[in-house]
């Protein structure tokens, strides 16, 4: 994933770009079945001891949703 180069070696139809956010990207890949580009957003939260709680899933869930309004921002697909 470092400077374009393939996850694995392998030919693959996937990008990843890195957020500036540690643990959070998105992948970019074609739909398959319709001419259009499908975009996976990933996120990532550390959890302590306690392990996933309901307040962990509202904190990734809100990050989310930013990466989703930012990207829509960014294609010009969203009113900012």
Do not use: I, W, Y
């Not at 393939?6 to 500036?20: A, E, I, K, M």
């Not at 739909?31 to 509202?58: F, I, M, Q, Y």
């Not at 809100?62 to 969203?78: F, K, Q």
């Amino acid at each position: 994933r470092l400077h374009g180069e393939p996850v694995d070696g392998s030919d693959c139809n996937l990008l990843f770009l890195d957020l500036d956010r540690a643990g959070h990207s998105v992948g970019v890949r074609p739909s398959g079945t319709e001419p259009k580009l499908k975009c996976d957003l990933l996120a990532h939260h550390d959890v302590g001891e306690e392990g996933v709680t309901d307040a962990v899933r509202r904190l990734v869930d809100e990050r989310l949703a930013r990466m989703r309004e930012d990207l829509l921002l960014a294609a010009g697909l969203a009113m900012g």
